[in-house]
């Protein structure tokens, strides 16, 4: 889950990190009244849960109140990649000397959380490790210490000369790794971390993605979950215990399993079409989590055909064909259904969705294919019409 | 031979009388797992299908059983515990079935049990199964056939779909080991290749791999290094978008790290054979069986 710039920056702040104090702001109004109240000379920044919000016009420098206002009234309403920005962070703006780059993430590779930090900070760092990977230092941090204090003052001598601002440096980021472990984290990121003409070391930018798997100790940060960041059909699916990624094509896929559900999506590809959607219904899947899953799949309206594939396991083939049933029941499907279902009480399946006069094989490459063909059937007519 | 299971492992169920941890326990035991013992804090002294004796703790089960494997059905908040636990009982080998466990706790958890000289396979995982002698999890143990071909692969049920490919075209296997799809996990690609490596029965490899990290990455450049079995391949998310979680928490492409692309491009690299579609990885075994 992500959270926004001014929740990460609350969240760096009570670690004792250096932020500069800002205000949030939905209205034109309301910043120029934040920006009076700062005093000075302030920056407005969209909160949005997207990458390249600057290089959209989504963060300008105010001299003034007055101007402010005026540059908070483009910004707000404004669409970045499909988002419209419907808050602003104000925050008092400052004098920079220097910018660098600090981060942690979890490294797969290593199975650690490892401290990043890079002199060369205010850039995309994965640019930076592309480029020119010598400019970043990294450190594994093992989990069961935390950062040690010769650690934090290696990452500190790696972007300061000064031996002030090297012991200011690593005294935040120890208090980075805290806040980093403190809310689990899988990534925390400082960019810029800057330090001003007159010697302070701030944290002028804060992101931070949180672990889902660990959002169950943390109920307070569930709250911060911004749903604007979701397709309003992604925010349904995750609710009702599902995982659905909507994508571009016109193959509806209900399937079980992340890894099949992907498998399937290629095959789609592998056959000329697109998938419209990676939907993965889990295991043990209840008649009634089919019949969400159909529900979402067709609130997409470039679906042309609903595709099943289904390997039985702990998940029972029958328990999803009694979903379809009922499905179609309640719901009005008006795009061809075609089913791939194997493995655990699959002849019991076949036997209730004969009953309703719906075929199955228990190939994957047929459904997909007959899938592709009936999608194509489906969209035709619409076209000439 | 097979890896990390035989007839001989002594299994311990942590969960036993759980939804899923007594529907698998059944399910194991059918298969003939040598399922001696249940561990459910609280329920010490009961038996489990009037077959199982469940204890309160793994150091108690151990005692009594000669218990030397586990498998974890308990839920996300518990599981770590259950990790240390089995750990601190000398198991050797930990299954973490459960799914959602906090990816930092994993951090801290994995070389607690490798100082143990133990191993963690998973969380996030189906287990593993040695045809016709043991499985331990929940992979469907009747589409499996004892045979050469050693498995190893991130999913679950994409793991089934090769399985059935490969059985159903008379190809048996020596272990099919799922490593879980979370992005920290205790068993990597590489321990599984080394371990087939080193396993008299297994003749050839599949791998199964998924968009997000580079692990596969590795496993082929291991491959090409220190393999002389060959080794063919799949990898599932071609048509993932970059930045989406694919259900499991470790399917994310970032940035333009762990696309399904280059994670193809290193097998080839690697000589290992790439199948375009599950039903083309038979072709390729039997290739490679020769």
Known sequence: ?385 | MSVFIDESTRLVVQGITGRDGSFHARQMMEYGTRVVAGVVPGKGGQTFDDAVPIFHTVADAVAETGATASVIYVPPAFAVDAVYEAADAGIELIVTITEGVPVFDMTRVIPYVQERGARVLGPNCPGLISPGKSKVGILPGQICTPGPVGVVSRSGTLTYEVIHHLTGDGIGQSTCVGIGGDPIIGTSFIDCLEAFEADQETKAVVMIGEIGGTDEQEAARHVKSSMTKPVVGFIAGQTAPPGRRMGHAGAIISGSEGTAMEKIEAFRESGIGVARRPADLVGLVREALG
């Not at chain 1, 899988?186 to 804060?206: F, K, M, Q, Y």
Request: aromatic letters at 4%; glycine letters at 8%; proline letters at 5%.
């Open chain 1, 1 to 385: 889950m992500k959270v926004h710039e001014y929740q990460a920056r609350e969240i760096f702040r009570s670690h004792g990190l250096a932020v500069p104090p800002d205000r949030v702001a939905a209205t034109p109004e309301e910043v120029g009244a934040a920006a009076a109240e700062l005093g000075g000379p302030v920056v407005v920044k969209a909160q949005v849960l997207v990458g390249g919000r600057g290089k959209a016009g989504g963060v300008k420098l105010a001299a003034t109140p007055e101007e402010a206002r005026r540059k908070a009234s483009d910004i707000l309403g404004m669409d970045i990649k499909g988002i419209t920005v419907e808050r602003v962070l104000v925050a008092s703006a400052v004098d920079i000397a220097s910018e660098a780059y600090a981060g942690i993430v979890i490294d797969r590779a290593s199975r650690r959380p490892v401290m990043m930090v890079s002199a060369a900070g205010g850039v995309d760092i994965e640019e930076v490790a592309r480029a020119t990977p010598e400019k970043i230092r990294r450190i594994e941090i093992d989990p069961r210490y935390g950062l040690l204090g010769h650690q934090a003052s290696a990452l500190g001598f790696a972007l300061y000369e000064d031996l002030t601002l090297v012991r200011r440096a690593a005294q935040l980021f120890r208090g980075l790794y805290a806040a980093f472990v403190d809310v689990d984290a899988s990534l925390a990121e400082i960019n810029p971390l800057v330090v001003t003409r007159a010697g302070e070391l701030l944290a002028i930018d804060a992101k931070l993605n949180l672990d889902d798997n660990a959002l169950f100790r943390h109920p307070d940060l569930e709250k911060l979950r911004d749903p604007s960041d979701e397709d309003p059909a992604e925010t349904e699916a995750r609710e009702k215990g599902l995982s659905y990624v909507k994508l571009d094509g016109n193959i509806g896929c209900i399937v079980n399993g992340a890894g099949l559900a992907m498998a399937t999506m290629d095959l789609i590809k592998y056959y000329g079409a697109e998938p419209a959607n990676f939907l993965d219904i889990g295991g043990s899947s209840n008649p009634e989590k089919v019949v969400n899953a159909m529900r979402i799949v067709l609130s997409d309206p470039n679906v042309k055909a609903i595709l099943f594939n289904i390997f039985g396991g702990i998940t029972r083939c029958d328990d999803v064909a009694n979903g379809i049933v009922v499905a179609l029941e309640q719901l009005e499907v008006d795009v061809p259904i075609v089913i791939r279902l194997t493995g655990t009480n699959e002849d019991e399946a076949l036997r209730i969705l004969e009953s309703v006069g719906l075929p199955a094989t228990n190939s994957m490459d047929e459904v997909v294919q007959r899938a592709i063909d009936l999608a194509v059937r489906t969209a035709a007519p619409e076209a000439a019409r």
